[in-house]
């Protein structure tokens, strides 16, 4: 069973930058695009970012674009998310899954989640 494992998540001001890690275990992961994904209290999961085998290809969420950047190290089987910018609505637990092939930004199209990190942008 592939298990990605997130980390980097906490605290920040509006205004701040943080990084999120997710490193998969089990497999090789230059076989799966990856992607990010985020739940707020009372809301729905939603898309945030995905990325492509070879990294070349990348989507992202509009609320997010220009300030999150995906990006991963097949070598490290470790899949990135740069959130910089960050707001308040941005808080949430954010997960990253895993795909095989093809990039996607569904999450229903994903069968490898992880268990998430909690990202709160708060004063």
């Known amino acids: ?9 906490g605290l920040v001001q509006p205004g701040g930058s943080l990084r ?3 490193t998969f275990s089990g497999f090789t992961l230059e ?3 990856t992607g990010w994904f985020r739940q707020a209290p009372g809301r729905d999961r939603v898309f945030v970012a995905a990325i492509s085998r070879n990294g070349a290809d990348t989507s992202y969420a509009d609320s997010v674009k220009g300030r999150f950047t995906i990006s991963r190290d097949n070598a490290w089987n470790t ?6 910018s960050l707001k308040p609505e941005d808080t949430a637990l954010y997960y990253c899954a895993g795909r095989f092939l093809s990039l996607a930004t569904i999450s229903s199209a994903y069968n490898s989640w992880g268990q998430g990190t909690q990202v709160t942008v708060s004063s």
């Open 79 to 84: 899949v990135y998310l740069q959130m910089n």
């Open 1 to 9: 069973q592939v298990q990605p494992v997130e980390s980097g998540g």
């Open 31 to 33: 076989h799966y695009a």
């Open 20 to 22: 999120l890690s997710c």
